[in-house]
């Protein structure tokens, strides 16, 4: 089993970034799948999930109009759309996949936002 994040970097306030998560070794279709970020000196925080059922994505309130979760079920990649990103979205960023009692994570990409 393996999640690969990628896309991460550095960028001023107001750029935008894409994260992608290749997924490997599991039937992706069948996970839920969410991202989740990691600031220093915080603890890992949910930021944007897809459900299942009827694709339903939810998001952490401070991120909602600005990141976009999807995926592709065929090419079994999960994506992040960062838009006007801010300061505080510095972190590293997590793929996070769920099925049941099965959950993998990704090894994280670092995100930098600053002037």
């Known amino acids: 089993v393996q999640l690969v994040e990628s896309g991460g970097g550095s960028v001023q306030p107001g750029g935008s970034l894409t994260l992608s998560c290749a997924a490997s070794g599991f039937t992706f279709s069948r996970f839920e799948m969410r991202w989740y970020r990691q600031a220093p000196g915080k603890e890992r925080e949910l930021v944007a999930g897809?459900?299942?059922?009827?694709?339903?994505?939810t998001y952490k309130e401070s991120v909602k109009g600005r990141f976009t979760i999807s995926r592709d079920n065929v090419k079994n990649m999960l994506y992040l759309q960062m838009n006007s990103l801010e300061v505080e979205d510095t972190a590293v960023y997590y793929c996070n996949a769920i099925y049941g009692s099965l959950v993998y994570w990704g090894q994280g990409t670092q995100v930098t936002v600053s002037s």
């Open positions: 897809m459900l299942l059922i009827g694709g339903r994505r």
